[in-house]
């Protein structure tokens, strides 16, 4: 497995901007440091549940359907090359005024964000299935993935604590160096 490829893919998807961050990002500077945090970790356990359930229904399909391996791999590329142009493409500078920013609004989240169920459903058949079946080597990527999501969320904490304004004044090169990141983990994926 490419390694490199792998956690720039996980970090640059769970860090660009989305539903989940948005919202993290609009709860903290709305409500505050430790309402963020709150948030943050309903968004975090449900991306391990995620995780875990991507990991046991890829790995039940890929042991049934050998060939479902390759058509999620190709499906996975497809989704982060998608991300590289929206996130091109972005503009986020309206924000979004979210007045639950709690742990289970968090929470709930994650199962109805688009971003976030394409992701969990792809990362693990394409790039820890096609090398790795067994149970520590999927639980340690799940592991590292959640941790990735992580502390990708507590940077948008701090990001919605200092950094707002700088971030939306230089938002188009930002997005741009994302999207190239995230075209070259889609490429080294295939090598």
Do not use: E
């Not at 993290?24 to 948030?39: P, V």
């Not at 309903?42 to 991306?47: K, L």
């Not at 996130?87 to 979210?98: E, L, S, V």
């Amino acid at each position: 497995m490419n390694i490199t490829s792998f956690l720039l893919y996980c970090f640059i998807i769970t860090v660009t901007p989305g539903p989940t961050n948005i919202v993290i990002l609009s709860t903290t500077n709305h409500y505050g440091f430790k309402r963020g945090l709150k948030y943050t970790y309903g968004s975090t356990i449900a991306f391990f549940i995620l995780l875990v359930l991507s990991a046991l229904f890829n790995t039940v399909l890929a042991l049934w359907i050998p060939k479902i391996l390759l058509l999620m791999q190709m499906v996975g590329t497809a989704y982060m090359l998608y991300l590289a142009y929206q996130i091109y493409k972005m503009d986020t500078a309206g924000g979004n005024n979210n007045k639950t920013g709690d742990f289970s609004s968090g929470f709930m989240m994650q199962f109805l964000n688009p971003k976030v169920l394409l992701f969990t459903f792809t990362v693990i058949p394409s790039f820890v299935l096609p090398y790795y079946d067994a149970f520590l080597p999927l639980s340690l990527s799940v592991l590292v993935i959640t941790s990735i999501g992580f502390i990708s969320f507590l940077l948008w904490v701090l990001v919605g604590t200092v950094f707002q304004q700088f971030l939306q004044n230089h938002q188009k090169i930002a997005n741009t160096i994302m999207a190239i990141c995230l075209i070259y983990a889609a490429v080294m994926m295939w090598f």
